[in-house]
């Protein structure tokens, strides 16, 4: 059974940061463009980070660029979100989408999606 399960969330202080794992079972993350999307209480989900399935090609929110980083080791089967210099306006459940798509931030693009992991950045 195809799946993704997201970890490294928790809560961090103001400043701080955290990485984001997402680990694939079921099935490979070679062939699959990745995104990273939140989710805060109240709000609709949106789109953090994408990445292709070659790596070469990347996005990224306006309100993340310059602190979040995104990569893949197709080895491991796994995808990061490095989280730099994080802000309360961070928080939220973050989850991890895969696609046979161009790297996107457009969530209906994506076929597989894990659970979530919660992100909490709080003095």
């Known amino acids: 059974q195809e799946q993704l399960v997201e970890s490294g969330g928790g809560l961090v202080q103001p400043g701080g940061s955290l990485r984001l794992s997402c680990a694939a079972s079921?099935?490979?993350?070679?062939?699959?463009?990745i995104g990273w999307f939140r989710q805060a209480p109240g709000k609709e989900r949106e789109g953090v980070s994408s990445i292709s399935y070659s790596g070469g090609s990347t996005q990224y929110a306006d309100s993340v660029k310059g602190r979040f980083t995104i990569s893949r080791d197709n080895t491991k089967n796994t995808v990061y979100l490095q989280m730099n210099s994080l802000k309360p306006e961070d928080t939220a459940v973050y989850y991890c989408a895969a696609g046979i798509t161009i790297a996107t931030l457009r969530r209906e693009v994506y076929d597989y999606w894990g659970q979530g992991t919660q992100v909490t950045v709080s003095s």
């Open positions: 079921g099935f490979s993350l070679e062939y699959y463009a």
